[in-house]
Nanobody, 120 residues
């Protein structure tokens, strides 16, 4: 059984920083991609940053240069370092892991979400 557990959300003032963590537990055969999504109040969930198994990163324009994703393969953990936070960064942050629990069968797994609130 796969489970993603996120932590690190909270309330921060504009200009501040937060670091989110997401640990994937369970019998992963392989993890191909890890990413963070954000859902602002009243809006759909959107991609913000991702990292491949070989370390290639991509990010949405809205967070480029402010947010950094990293991963610890040994711990099956992905991190999101968020700097220069803005009120519009407020939302629920979800971790996503694309991987296989058995050879040749890949799926996407989601965490439960962690709230980030940036005050002006």
């Amino acid at each position: 059984q796969v489970q993603l557990v996120e932590s690190g959300g909270g309330l921060v003032q504009a200009g501040g920083s937060l670091r989110l963590s997401c640990t994937a537990s369970g019998s992963f055969f392989n993890i191909d991609y890890m990413a963070w999504y954000r859902q602002a109040p009243g809006k759909q969930r959107n991609f913000i940053v991702g990292i491949t198994s070989d370390g290639r990163r991509n990010s949405a324009d809205a967070v480029h240069g402010r947010f950094t994703i990293s991963r610890d393969k040994a711990k099956n953990t992905v991190y999101l370092q968020m700097n220069s936070l803005k009120p519009e960064d407020t939302g629920i942050y979800y971790c996503r892991v694309d991987g296989s629990v058995s050879p040749g069968v890949s799926d996407a797994y989601w965490g439960q979400g962690t709230q980030v609130t940036v005050s002006s």
